[in-house]
């Protein structure tokens, strides 16, 4: 699926080969193994998909090509009720923060920073 996007983008099929594998996480010289090229010819391909893919860095493509991997998180639908109860109650004074990651949201406890630290308005080396 990933692959035809990214040809559809204009990308050939080599360098949708490499895009797909470095979104997978894998390492230029991994890729290089993979594919029987070397690590030259796989950077040379990554400034190519760069270029095309209107990009500036790996991170870049990576964020590109996530929703285009087909990785798809579900959240247990036991652990909702568990989490908005514990919102109502406040247990321990933690609040639920949530953080996006692709298509779903990560929920969990979060402790509170302490705010005792350096409290005679002096820092010092980091509050110590």
Known sequence: MLRDVLIQKGLS?????VAELVSK????KEVANQLFVTEKTVKFHLTNIYKKMSVKSRA?????CLPHLG?????APAAQPAINQQMAVGQNQNTINTIPAG???????VTP???DIGSNGDAGAFGL
């Open 113 to 115: 920073i302490r705010t």
């Open 60 to 64: 870049q493509l990576i964020v590109w």
């Open 25 to 28: 996480g894998l390492s230029n």
């Open 103 to 109: 298509n779903t949201t990560v929920a969990g406890n």
């Open 71 to 75: 990785f798809v998180e579900s959240e």
């Open 13 to 17: 099929n080599r360098e949708a080969e």
